[in-house]
């Protein structure tokens, strides 16, 4: 069975073969655990910030401010708000796009 990606998906490049709005979902699967998974999903992100485009990284910084109201006792509550800081400043550089 074949799938169909939506129209903004479909051109989205891979980062390291995995289509990047892969890791939106992997993003979010990854907050909701107690575990490094939110670790390797950031290493991805940060590795490839420039392959993203602007709305891509608004995405993620919603998924990441939703997961501190959602889960306000995580043990990595810190990394994420550094990681949100970072996006927003990435995302600024890419206003023009």
């Keep these: 069975m074949k ?4 129209d903004k998906c479909k051109d989205s490049p891979t980062v390291k073969g995995v289509r990047q709005f892969i890791l939106a979902y992997a993003l979010r699967y ?10 390797d999903v950031r290493s991805s992100i940060t590795q490839n910030i420039d392959k993203f485009q602007k709305w891509e990284i608004e995405i ?3 998924e990441l401010k939703e997961s501190l109201i959602d889960y306000p006792n995580m043990f990595y509550k810190n990394e994420i708000e550094y990681f949100i800081e970072y996006l927003e400043i990435k995302k600024e550089f890419k206003e023009g796009e």
């Design 60 to 62: 993620f910084i919603k």
């Design 3 to 6: 799938y169909k990606l939506c």
């Design 30 to 39: 990854s907050l909701g655990r107690q575990t490094g998974s939110f670790s």
